[in-house]
């Protein structure tokens, strides 16, 4: 080009640049195929749109997922896998780079799913959800059969034809999709609702879940696969089966479930026992507990028989206890009149020393023993208060010695405070206080109206020009 021509060249801005090649790559590209290996996934973003790239030997292509596409999506993206995505190429002007808007995304082909399937088993089987330790026991006669599966398809009338065959229950369907968009969602929602109905509730609670399906390709049966519906079975408290595909089949829920059965027909057969299996085996044993009562009464009697025969008779059994009777019957009279005997003698000696005579000399002799207690009592009693009152003139003597009023008599006067508890100083008394006066023959009320001094701090009627009155 001339350098002419480079100057007539028409001057763009980079957005107009960058616009013209987004138009550009848009109508050329405005809806591809692409084949290749997820790079770069970390999960959806905070907004909850997707962003990883598509790689292979030789190219990278960064792929966006917006957020309502990514939600519908039946597989989702896992890092590592080969996927075959449609879409549209668009640029992103931002960075200078082109990138895939998908659409649609799916693995490329059964080896990737298998691929993934075996990474995803190996990553729960790690977290223990498969350990055997986790499984419960099926019980052996359910009252309440709990079905998740789809309500139109021929598994359902399988399961109820079956059951109805072998011992009818009492079966709850919770209709699900088995398969498409959601139905990973819906069966891990129906186990769940199955385990959260509390007992007593209106609407029974299972004592079994069956989860089931019809057989199908890999892609069909893909939502056993997912991870919502896995833990979703382990975590069930309700003993759960699952029947899922035909025997080949093969699917993470049968890892997780306490029980699998090759077939839903197979399902329904593990859930109840048969109900005329159930009916003769009681009747054969009915029949053995009839029979072995039969022997053991048959025997208890064959012994009966024999232990009497080794018993002796009833009339040598009593022969010796008659004879000792016949004894004793003989000796009674003889042994009644000896003992009315030696009880008369024994009445003769005690009626000699109650004799009326005897009596009242021994009644004189406890009168002269009374009344000799009695002058002895009178005696002591006299001495004693002779001596209590001596004792009692002394103390009285020795009361007016130490009292202190002994002391006002000879003109000394007592002074209380107005709680009346005696005052030993004059340090005591403050001004205004009163006080309580009292002298020989009778007390007087007192208020102190000056500072104490060391003679005379007391205000009175009488008393010296230098002695304080008593009496306000």
């Known amino acids: 080009m001339s350098e002419a021509a480079r100057i007539n060249v028409v001057e763009l801005s980079v957005s107009e640049v960058s616009q013209a090649l987004k138009r550009t790559v848009e109508d050329n590209f ?55 995505v449609t879409g549209r190429i668009t640029t992103y002007p931002g960075r200078s780079n082109y990138q895939i808007v998908i659409e649609t995304l799916e693995p490329a082909g059964a080896g990737a799913l ?18 055997e330790a986790r499984k419960q026991l099926l019980p052996f006669l359910p009252r309440v059969v709990g079905v998740v599966t789809s309500p139109t398809g021929a598994v359902i009338r399988d399961i109820l034809h079956r059951l109805s065959d072998r011992f009818p229950r009492h079966v709850l369907v919770w209709p699900v999709r088995v398969q498409g968009d959601g139905a990973a969602e819906e069966i891990a929602a129906a186990i769940e609702g199955f385990n959260a109905i509390p007992d007593g509730a209106e609407i029974p609670r299972p004592d079994i879940l069956i989860v089931a399906r019809g057989g199908g390709s890999l892609e069909d049966l893909w ?33 997780a479930s306490d029980r699998r059965a090759p077939t839903p027909t197979a399902a329904a057969e593990m859930a109840v026992p048969v109900r005329s299996e159930l009916l003769m085996r009681i009747a054969t044993q009915a029949r053995r507990v009839s029979a072995c009562w039969l022997r053991g009464q048959e025997t208890r009697r064959t012994e009966l028989r024999a232990a009497a025969r080794a018993l002796p008779s009833l009339d040598n059994l009593l022969a010796i206890p008659r004879q000792r009777l016949d004894a004793a019957a003989e000796r009674l009279p003889r042994a009644l009149q000896a003992n009315a005997h030696i009880h008369h003698r024994q009445f003769d000696r005690v009626a000699v020393r109650l004799a009326p005579q005897l009596l009242r000399t021994r009644l004189e002799r406890c009168r002269e023993w009374v009344a000799t207690l009695g002058q002895r009592g009178a005696r002591a009693s006299a001495i004693y208060l002779e001596r209590r009152a001596d004792r009692l003139r002394s103390a009285d003597k020795l009361l007016n010695a130490f009292s202190y009023r002994a002391v006002l008599s000879r003109g000394f006067a007592l002074v209380r405070d107005g709680k009346g508890f005696p005052l030993h100083a004059a340090s005591q008394v403050v001004p205004g206080m009163a006080l309580e006066v009292e002298f020989a023959d009778g007390r007087v009320s007192a208020t102190a109206e000056k500072e104490p001094r060391s003679r005379g701090k007391l205000r009175g009627g009488s008393g010296g020009p230098d002695q304080g009155s008593l009496f306000g």
Request: with cysteine; net charge negative.
């Open 30 to 84: 405005s809806y591809v195929r692409v084949r290749g290996e997820i790079s770069g996934y970390r999960g959806p973003h905070s907004s909850g749109h997707v962003y990883f790239a598509l790689k292979d030997e030789g190219a990278r292509l960064d792929a966006v997922i917006w957020k309502m596409t990514f939600n519908r999506m039946r597989f989702k993206p896992e890092e590592g896998l080969e996927v075959i």
């Open 223 to 255: 939502c056993f696969n997912e991870e919502i519906v896995v833990r979703a079975a382990a975590s069930s408290m309700i003993p759960l089966i699952s029947a899922v595909g035909h025997e080949t089949d093969v699917t993470l829920i049968d890892f």
């Open 114 to 131: 298998m691929m993934l399937l075996e990474e995803r088993k190996k990553k729960l089987a790690a977290e223990g959800l498969f350990d």
